[in-house]
């Protein structure tokens, strides 16, 4: 097994949820003791409040550049400056249904930032010990109700979002092949937990079920999701790029299948069950079944064994207890709450869900 130490990390989109959370482990976990480097555009997912208090705590050791990963120049000038050693790419649009009303923003982020990047880190190979590309189950397209993706399924993808990410994966093995760039590259399932933008399923239906909004569940609510709590995701990708083989796939998930439907009944139930206003009326009867999303993969399942022989990482929280503490956190971060909701977001369902997705 690899030991490597890194000295300073470049983190791109350290300020959306998932780089965030990652950022946040291993700096308040106290996982690692170097530097890290977040560059981040501030789309309307990126959030500077995702990583309150982390520059003043950390002082010398984290530096936020408001930034575009397409400017490779950009790139060039941080990594030359913070003697970056390592890259944990997280920076994507990342929301499925945006990709179907626009995917040009995906093809741009997704592929030429990633292009951008890997141009970057090729010019100053002799520094880079690792490129850890953060990507998802959803490059293997669609299962029945049987089976699971390994890191030997072929890509399918269905969505604009998932086929710029297979891209993007693609790019990252062609980077390792031809150049040599020492990459390893993650694919994980559906991630929850705190920070995570409201238009994803998880905190969508908790933040409407605490409004008493109407939970708009797509089609019959019986597409099949694995979810993966995000703390168990920040530990795996630390695993994989301390220890893992440089070239290798991981597939990380949360052996925890779940219809949307029993995702949004497991909220509204424990909901119910919290004294006070919070577990006020009927949760369940707010649940609408609206119009599917065209090209609405049916199941995503991962086989995450490898990872666990390898590595020795597997999930350890369960779905009740992710579930309870994300409802928890969301309830407890109230001004964090209305402030997102108080920008982009409230404009952009409007507009692309019109009334019937509330
Ligand atoms: P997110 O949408 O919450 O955050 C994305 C971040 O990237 C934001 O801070 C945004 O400002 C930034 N960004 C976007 N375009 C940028 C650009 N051009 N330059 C610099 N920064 C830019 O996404 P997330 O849910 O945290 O996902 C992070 C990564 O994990 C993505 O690559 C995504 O594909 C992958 N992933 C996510 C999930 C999930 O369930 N959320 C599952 C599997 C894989
Ligand atoms: P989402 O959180 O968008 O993640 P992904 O599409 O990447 O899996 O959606 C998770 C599942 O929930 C997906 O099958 C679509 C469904 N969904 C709804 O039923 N209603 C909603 O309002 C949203 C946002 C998603």
């Given at each position: 097994?690899?030991?490597?130490?890194?000295?300073s990390i470049l983190v791109t989109g350290g300020c959306g949820f998932i780089g965030a959370n990652f950022i946040?482990?291993?700096?308040?976990?106290?996982?690692?003791?170097?530097?890290?480097?977040?560059?981040?555009?501030?789309?309307?997912?990126?959030?500077?409040?995702?990583?309150?208090?982390?520059?003043?705590?950390?002082?010398?050791?984290?530096?936020?550049?408001?930034?575009?990963?397409?400017?490779?120049?950009?790139?060039?000038?941080?990594?030359?400056?913070?003697?970056?050693?390592?890259?944990?790419?997280?920076?994507?649009?990342?929301?499925?249904?945006r990709s179907i009303a626009g995917p040009g923003a995906f093809v741009e982020t997704n592929v030429n930032g990633t292009f951008a990047l890997l141009e970057a880190a090729r010019e100053r190979s002799d520094k880079i010990k690792l490129f850890h590309h953060v990507s998802t189950d959803e490059v293997y397209g669609s299962l029945g109700n049987e089976g699971y993706f390994t890191e030997e399924t072929a890509y399918d993808p269905s969505s604009p979002y998932s086929a710029s990410k297979a891209a993007s994966d693609h790019l990252m093995r062609a980077y390792h092949r031809t150049y040599g760039l020492p990459v390893t590259i993650s694919n994980c399932s559906n991630n929850y937990g705190p920070y995570q933008?409201?238009?994803?399923?998880?905190?969508?239906?908790?933040?409407?079920?605490?409004?008493?909004?109407?939970?708009?569940?797509?089609?019959?609510?019986?597409?099949?999701?694995?979810?993966l709590y995000v703390e168990d995701h920040c530990h795996a990708i630390w695993q994989i790029m301390t220890h893992g083989r440089t070239g290798q796939t991981y597939n990380v998930?949360?052996?925890?299948?779940?219809?949307?439907?029993?995702?949004?009944?497991?909220?509204?139930?424990?909901?119910?069950?919290?004294?006070?206003d919070s577990g006020r009326g009927?949760?369940?009867?707010?649940i609408q079944f609206v119009k599917d999303r065209p090209g609405h993969d049916h199941r995503y399942a991962i086989n995450c064994d490898f990872i666990e022989r390898e590595l020795g990482w597997s999930p350890t929280v369960s779905f009740d207890q992710g579930l309870a503490k994300t409802i928890f956190w969301y309830m407890e971060n109230q001004d964090w709450v209305r402030n997102v909701k108080s920008g982009d977001y409230r404009n952009w369902i409007?507009?692309?869900?019109?009334?019937?997705?509330k």
């Open positions: 097994m690899e030991n490597r130490y890194f000295e946040r482990h291993l700096l308040e976990g106290g996982h690692y003791d170097g530097r890290v480097v977040n560059i981040d555009k501030l789309t309307y997912a990126g959030n500077l409040e995702n990583l309150a208090g982390i520059a003043d705590r950390f002082e010398g050791r984290y530096h936020f550049v408001h930034g575009d990963i397409c400017d490779g120049d950009l790139v060039g000038s941080i990594m030359e400056k913070h003697a970056i050693d390592a890259f944990c790419h997280f920076a994507a649009e990342s929301h499925v249904d933008f409201p238009e994803k399923l998880i905190p969508l239906m908790i933040l409407n079920a605490l409004d008493s909004k109407p939970l708009p569940v797509y089609g019959q609510g019986k597409n099949v999701r694995d979810w998930g949360g052996r925890c299948e779940k219809t949307n439907l029993n995702v949004v009944e497991s909220i509204c139930d424990i909901l119910e069950k919290i004294p006070g009927e949760k369940r009867s707010l409007s507009q692309h869900y019109g009334k019937d997705r």
